[in-house]
């Protein structure tokens, strides 16, 4: 049973709309993570969070946005989607144990057309 | 930032074949970590590895952490169907900041024929 939630798990939408990919979980982790994977395999972070009201962006520059506001949901938000924003969105979260891996979601699959 | 260096990049195999992949740093790290990523899905942790010189096991796959902390290699037995998917390796650093962000591979695709 996961524990990471991602939503929708496919979308296709039009250029030019906004769009919010939903993310949350129920280990009660305070770091989150979200990551951009092109079909070339490649994980790229492009957002993450340290606790509530902590955002940070990552190594790959994004035009998407996050927040933070409550511990379990760190959702991120595209205003304008463009097809060049079509790929496959990563959400993770890791407890505080020293060495601790991420848990991931099953992924968003983004079609802007 | 910190890269690592994960080969190979694909790897077509038979079933029943033994398959090896490995991951290579010019940086030290405390933690290695090795994932395993289905088709449509997210990537899920195979085994962790958090002092140099360890060597664990998870049912057919076995992973080390090399002896100079720049290194991992995972070995995977006896090759089935399922194993198709995409390997990550990934690396921490307790020290700052960077305790926080894990360092991942480019990853290995690996194709089982049956």
């Known amino acids: 049973e996961a524990d990471i939630y991602q939503t929708p798990r496919y979308l296709v939408i039009g250029t030019g709309k906004k769009i919010t990919l939903e993310c949350s979980q129920t280990?009660?982790?305070?770091?989150m993570y979200w990551y951009q994977q092109d079909p070339g395999m490649e994980l790229h972070l492009i957002h993450y969070?340290?606790?509530?009201?902590?955002?940070e962006k990552g190594d790959l520059s994004s035009e998407s946005t996050v927040s933070r506001i409550r511990t379990e949901h760190f959702p991120l938000t595209l205003e304008s989607a463009r097809p060049s924003h079509t790929s496959q969105y990563l959400c993770?979260?890791?407890?505080?144990?020293?060495?601790?891996?991420?848990?991931f979601g099953s992924g968003t699959r983004l079609t802007v057309v | 930032g910190q890269q690592l260096n994960q080969s190979p990049q694909s790897m077509f195999i038979q079933e029943g074949e033994d398959v090896s992949m490995n991951c290579t740093s010019s940086s030290i790290f405390n933690t290695w970590l090795w994932y395993k990523q289905d088709p449509g899905e997210g990537p899920v942790l195979l085994i962790a590895l958090y002092k140099a010189g360890e060597l664990t096991s998870n049912g057919r796959l076995t992973a080390q952490f090399g002896i100079t902390r720049k290194d991992s290699f995972l070995n995977i037995s006896a090759s089935i169907p399922s194993d198709v998917g995409i390997y990550f390796c990934a690396g921490q650093r307790n020290s700052g900041g960077s305790n926080y962000k894990l360092t991942f591979g480019k990853g290995t695709l690996l194709t089982v024929n049956p």
């Open positions: 993770a979260s890791r407890g505080n144990r020293t060495g601790q891996g991420y848990t």
């Open positions: 969070s340290y606790g509530v009201n902590s955002t």
């Open positions: 280990m009660g982790h305070d770091k």
